[in-house]
């Protein structure tokens, strides 16, 4: 259960990835892009945003790993891996 999975498809990891969460049994966080490089950044796919995705699906106890060097001198580099703990929600009130 446990097992890193090489699959030949995206597709493949998406369902992998989505089936793990499921039996995780806990709530599940749908994060959103922001997307501040114009127009073109919000319709760019994975593969031209470096692996980056418009959406990310997180639930506490999923097991997580980097896809970029974000600061190699504390650790946070490309392949490390991780668990989420927790998942604090913030909101943002809009007064119009």
Partial sequence: MDAIHITPQKVDVYEINLAKLK???????????V??????????????????????????????????NLSVETGLANGSVGTIDDIYLLFQLLFL
């Avoid at 990310?56 to 980097?66: F, P, T, W």
């Fill in 23 to 33: 039996s995780l049994n806990a709530s599940v966080a749908r994060v959103h892009a």
């Fill in 35 to 68: 997307h501040t490089g114009g127009n073109d950044a919000s319709k760019a796919d994975s593969d031209t945003a470096k692996g980056l995705e418009a959406q990310l699906l997180l639930s506490k106890g999923a097991r997580v790993m980097l896809k970029a």
